[in-house]
């Protein structure tokens, strides 16, 4: 079985890493080592892998519980 994962809310994310890291989306990318375009892609609505929520979680010391919610469940 294949889980993807989106954000449950872009814009509280956005606002949390602002108001708590002093980071943009783009700074904040880099920080845990995702691309500019990878990371515009992510918050645009797209989905991404188990292993990459888990390193955005781990940027902003949250669960990936809190932050993104299953997307697609595959076979």
């Known amino acids: 079985?294949?889980?993807?994962?989106?954000?449950?809310?872009?814009n509280r994310f956005k606002e949390?890493?602002?108001?708590?890291?002093?980071?943009?989306?783009?700074e904040f990318g880099k920080r845990v080592g995702i691309n500019y375009s990878q990371m515009s892609g992510y918050m645009n609505?797209?989905?991404l892998q188990p292993k990459v929520a888990k390193r955005i979680a781990g940027g902003v010391k949250k669960d990936i519980v809190d932050?993104?919610?299953p997307s697609v469940l595959t076979k």
């Open 45 to 47: 609505g797209g989905s």
């Open 1 to 10: 079985m294949s889980v993807t994962l989106k954000f449950k809310d872009v």
């Open 16 to 26: 949390y890493i602002a108001m708590t890291y002093g980071e943009t989306p783009t």
């Open 67 to 69: 932050i993104f919610l």
